[in-house]
């Protein structure tokens, strides 16, 4: 009965251990500056796309964010019937995960309140899903992401001089539950068979 009870004390280890594993939430951070974003944005170079692996896989994703730091310069805006009063007008800054099937994209506007100073921006938000969207696509850790600059439509006017975005960080947070290297399931296999030949050696 004794040893029955230490085989029953093995069983249930090894799972608790492995699904230990999947049950935590993990955040992977990606640089993006190191993968050769730019700093500077403006319409003569308005965007960068870059492909990244993250080196492992996920069960699921529930969020990605972007965590990044930099400054807006307000662009000048131009009536077509006003031409001689340009007036500053609010820029921004994107970042897009493409589509699965709708576009994941968010962006930060600013600089008009502080023209011709640029405006700060130092935030971490999260890219959000469209209504139907997934992660699904990024499970194998593979995906591509753009940083971009971006302008307002004007009806009835023109930007008539450029904004710019200086960004001094950028960081790609992506959370969710990762698959466990193969490591972690012989560690979870010792373990339960260290305490197993424990409780034997004793009755």
Request: aromatic share 16%; charged share 20%; glycine share 8%.
């Amino acid at each position: 009965m004794k040893k029955k009870n230490a085989i029953k004390s093995f069983v249930i280890v090894l799972p608790i251990l492995s699904s230990f594993q999947f049950a935590q939430a993990d955040l992977v951070e990606l640089d993006l500056l190191t993968l050769g974003c730019p700093q500077t944005y403006n319409q003569s170079s308005s965007y960068y796309q870059t492909d990244f692996d993250l080196g492992i896989t996920f069960n699921d994703i529930d969020h990605v964010y972007i965590d990044w730091r930099g400054e807006i310069t307000s662009g000048l805006a131009t009536q077509y019937g006003n031409p001689s009063s340009p007036y500053p007008l609010r820029v921004g800054f994107y970042a897009s995960m493409g589509f699965n099937p709708f576009l994941r994209r968010n962006t930060v506007w600013g600089g008009e309140l502080t023209y011709p100073e640029p405006e700060n921006f130092d935030s971490i938000f999260e890219i959000e899903l469209p209504g139907g969207s997934t992660w699904s696509d990024l499970l194998d850790g593979q995906g591509t992401i753009t940083l971009g600059y971006s302008e307002l439509i004007i009806i009835d006017g023109y930007y008539s001089e450029s904004g710019l975005v200086f960004l001094e960080e950028a960081t790609m947070l992506v959370e969710g539950s990762i698959v466990p290297e193969p490591s972690s399931f012989l560690f979870a296999f010792f373990s339960g068979l260290s305490l197993f030949t424990i409780k034997r050696r004793k009755y």
